[in-house]
């Protein structure tokens, strides 16, 4: 409930309210946080009050028509159900014809039917035939595409989402009669649970749209062998109480057909509270080996196949250790993630604790890794550094700003415990005095290198220099406005670098008041690229503890980026032509990425960030024009890369990258092709 005050009240146009007809409304609102829902209210004749969401987009625009019937009255908008902080202003209040009502509408769902597929249409309910038969119902199923919101109803989405119709099973049932073989199933019931719970898991397993011959449930109070199971079936452990989605099958039959020589199969899932109800979806990341050393992020909804007798995992421990040493035996093109739930698991008392739960179990880590707990039950990996430390030659772009500059370089000088180090300082026309004065002191006092680009500034050809005079093995790209937190962040960063396959690691960073800047960077959400958990509490694990947990991603910042020279070099550095100020570095990653190399973001290497203080914010003409050409070249450059983060899920908003729900995933059911 809103008290009156949160009410702004709207004066109804000619002050009539004894007719009944179209509303134009028309208004702009701006938040520096979540809105929540927009609502306007009125009071119909008979005293009732009426309410109706207005969908507001990502730029603040509102532009909706609403019915009002005869004698409403005391009209009134909400501009936030959440109380943000906002500005909001009503443009235009008129009364429209009928005609142009439905113009209007017409206008809005036609470019949503050409730019939606067929398939995302139908789950959306946005059927052909309510341009003619029900032209308001297809006006507010797009208006709850176009609502900038954050969806969190997770009840809402699962109903317009997750819900198996009648006709979808017989579908179903047709597509699989069309395939003809399909995989064996073998089901092993694992743990302990009360009679109730287990009779809940069984008829779950009796619902799924799969024929029974193909599927084998074998009970089981502990871990077993499948020794003596048929070559080639595929093996599920279902801890009792767990309950199975009803397409769960269909979706690994249809992505074996996809990927025939896939050997683990995962999926997202999401759990059960005391009364059976669904909440707490994970949806989960394509193939992420350092996010499975973190966290048993795939949990129980992971499907092997049996070339040779294995263990069946009892408990999570044990879940969790066959899923590091499954990592060990796989390729990476051999592991595959289903972006669909496919499992309901119950609600565990308390939040997991992967280092307890794994830890004792774990008795073939690699040679020189050390296993620790770190917060919120996530487990840190030490990675081991060579006897003979790598050069690390940390490169820093500046232009005056001493009081910026001074923190980061004492900070790299007195609290960086890595000692092979390197401190490249290039000065892009730096005319303070004080500036200049300190940058003859540090080459004097510290051997830190000053090197003069004397041309417009262009960060990437900076950083391209900068790399052709630096020494070391190792490059750091390190921004101007940042400030050591701690002493062992090189020491991590170099140890991740180090690891097989891995091309470039990145950092996390707070603001000053010690929220969270940067915890890796989305690519797609957002619309180009943004950072992961932005605002968030330093001690806050983030979405499914993502924001405490060493993982690979598409991209990091190169406000503190570590790479390896020759691969910088091999891949030309920094985009300097299309990319001089933005997204150069998340356009470095994608390459490396395009290489066939990681990015690693861990949360064991932490700073201070005061962005974008040496250059400031774009604000002039000329400025946003350049921008816009950057985000213009990279929408084109990284077309296809954009619409899909394998760091991320279909299924979340690609509105921003904050893990909410998705208005419309991106997620084509094989049977409604």
């Excluded at 159900?81 to 009503?90: C, L, M, V």
């Excluded at 898991?201 to 003596?228: D, F, H, N, R």
């Excluded at 290039?426 to 830190?448: E, F, K, P, R």
């Amino acid at each position: 409930m809103h008290s009156n005050c949160d009410w702004q009240s709207l004066m109804l146009p000619n002050s009539c309210s004894t007719r009944a007809g179209w509303l134009l409304i028309l208004g702009t609102l701006r938040t520096s946080h979540k809105r929540g829902e927009t609502r306007l209210r009125w009071q119909c004749c008979q005293g009732i009050w009426h309410e109706q969401v207005l969908p507001v987009t990502r730029r603040g625009t509102l532009q909706e028509v609403v019915f009002l019937p005869k004698g409403a009255s005391q009209l009134a908008l909400l501009a936030s159900s959440e109380g943000a902080d906002y500005q909001f202003e009503i443009t235009r209040l008129e009364w429209i014809s009928s005609v142009e009502s439905i113009w209007r509408r017409l206008r809005r769902i036609g470019p949503f039917y050409q730019r939606l597929n067929a398939q995302k249409r139908r789950r959306l309910g946005l059927r052909w035939h309510l341009w003619f038969t029900d032209l308001q119902q297809a006006y507010d199923l797009v208006g709850k595409i176009r609502d900038d919101k954050p969806l969190h109803a997770y009840e809402h989405w699962l109903a317009n989402f997750d819900v198996l119709h009648h006709g979808e099973r017989l579908a179903i049932n047709r597509l699989l009669k069309r395939w003809g073989k399909l995989p064996d199933i073998c089901l092993h019931l694992v743990g302990e649970g009360d009679e109730a719970a287990h009779k809940r898991t069984l008829a779950s397993i009796k619902a799924l749209c799969y024929p029974a011959a193909q599927i084998t449930v074998l009970e089981q109070s502990s871990a077993a062998s499948t020794a003596g199971r048929p070559s080639g079936e595929w093996q599920w452990a279902i801890p009792v109480g767990a309950q199975l989605s009803p397409a769960a099958l269909v979706w690994l039959a249809h992505q074996l057909r996809l990927t025939p020589n896939a050997k683990w199969v995962y999926g997202d899932h999401d759990m059960l509270d005391g009364k059976g109800k669904r909440c707490s979806p994970n949806f989960k990341p394509d193939w992420n080996e350092t996010l499975l050393y973190s966290q048993n992020y795939i949990g129980w909804c992971g499907l092997w196949r049996e070339e040779g007798a294995s263990q069946v995992p009892g408990d999570a421990g044990e879940c969790h250790r066959w899923w590091l040493q499954l990592a060990g035996q796989c390729e990476a093109g051999h592991i595959v993630h289903i972006p669909a739930l496919l499992m309901h698991l119950p609600m565990p008392v308390q939040q997991p604790n992967d280092y307890e739960n794994m830890a004792r179990r774990l008795t073939d880590v690699p040679a020189g890794v050390t296993v620790e707990p770190a917060p919120h039950g996530i487990c840190r990996w030490r990675w081991p550094l060579p006897e003979q430390l790598p050069r690390v030659s940390v490169i820093i772009p500046t232009r005056n700003t001493l009081a910026h500059l001074r923190p980061c370089i004492e900070s790299l000088i007195q609290h960086t415990h890595y000692p092979n180090l390197e401190i490249v300082v290039m000065d892009n026309q730096s005319d303070d005095a004080d500036a200049l004065a300190y940058l003859d002191h540090i080459s004097t006092a510290y051997g830190v290198r000053v090197i003069r680009w004397d041309h417009p500034f262009n960060y990437s050809a900076i950083n391209n220099a900068a790399v052709r005079e630096a020494t070391g093995e190792l490059i750091c790209l390190l921004n101007n406005d940042t400030e050591v937190l701690n002493p062992l962040w090189l020491d991590e960063m170099v140890s991740q670098l180090l690891r097989p396959g891995v091309g470039a690691v990145g950092a996390r960073l707070f603001y000053t008041d010690g929220r969270i800047q940067h915890a890796g960077d989305a690519v797609g959400p957002g619309g180009c690229a943004d950072h992961f958990h932005s605002g968030l509490s330093a001690d806050e694990p983030g979405y499914q503890r993502r924001a405490v947990s060493a993982q690979e991603l598409s991209a990091v910042t190169a406000a503190c980026l570590l790479t390896h020279r020759q691969l910088y070099v091999n891949l030309g550095g920094l985009d300097e032509v299309n990319l001089p100020v933005a997204f150069n570095d998340v356009d470095y990653c994608l390459r490396v990425g395009e290489a066939g190399m990681r990015i690693v973001w861990t949360p064991f290497a932490e700073l201070y960030h005061h962005e974008s203080v040496s250059r400031g914010k774009d604000a002039t003409p000329q400025q946003l024009a350049r921008a816009q050409q950057e985000l213009t070249y990279m929408k084109k450059r990284w077309a296809q890369r954009l619409k899909n983060d394998p760091a991320y899920n279909p299924n979340l908003s690609y509105d921003r990258p904050d893990f909410s729900l998705s208005h419309a995933p991106n997620v084509v059911l094989p049977w409604m092709n």
